[in-house]
């Protein structure tokens, strides 16, 4: 896609490969951990070999998405977290869901309703990565007790539908904000674009 000449740098080349390599081990970890969900699902694991290997695959995709996850998540906690002016923007999320965000106060890099994503993301992913070791066989599994290896099995499933709740949401709206999609997959956005959604990030960056 052609640049134009007012276009300003959103994400960098690492951030978009660690987002898509994120994104990839999200599709194969859920589709291989949504096998083991219910016995109605199993049919995906033909998808991996059959149930043998989509067992033994499985944390090994998790390992994957959690990796560039939580490196993406690292190189952007500063632009996360809440401040007075993200109270004041949820409280009036229903204004912005309107289409009118110039009644809330200005957003710099996230709004805060991407803010509120990043730490619910956060948190399903560090629970996704606890409690997979608590029942990953033949590794880790036989080092705990039977009750808190099936405790474990319990929340890494609550994470994970979590987490795919919330990844349809992020798609969504991703969908729904204009030129969202187009700034993950090329890097940059119009002055334009940047105004009307981030404007305290617009003024920032015009004054590097």
Avoid at 68 to 83: E, K, V
Wanted: with cysteine.
């Amino acid at each position: 896609m052609n640049r134009p000449a007012d276009a300003i740098q959103r994400h960098d080349f690492a951030d978009r490969v660690m987002h898509w390599l994120t994104a990839l081990g999200f599709f194969l970890a859920g589709l291989s951990g949504l096998a083991f969900f219910h016995p109605s699902m199993f049919f995906l694991s033909h998808l991996f070999g059959g149930g043998t290997w989509t067992r033994i695959l499985h944390p090994l995709l998790g390992l994957f998405m959690a990796l560039f996850f939580f490196a993406f998540a690292l190189r952007h906690m500063r632009h996360n977290l809440l401040d007075a002016n993200d109270r004041r923007w949820l409280a009036n999320a229903h204004v912005v869901m309107a289409g009118h965000e110039e009644g809330v106060p200005d957003q710099g890099k996230y709004n805060a309703g991407q803010k509120v994503l990043y730490w619910m993301l956060v948190l399903c992913m560090l629970g996704l990565l606890v409690t997979g070791f608590f029942f990953w066989r033949p590794y880790f599994a036989d080092f705990f007790p039977i009750w808190l290896v099936r405790l474990a099995t319990l929340l890494h499933a609550v994470c994970a539908a979590g987490l795919i709740l919330l990844v349809l949401g992020h798609v969504y709206m991703s969908i729904w904000t204009t030129y969202s999609i187009r700034a993950m997959m090329f890097g940059w956005v119009t002055r334009a674009w940047a105004k009307k959604h981030h404007a305290a990030w617009y003024r920032e960056v015009g004054r590097q």
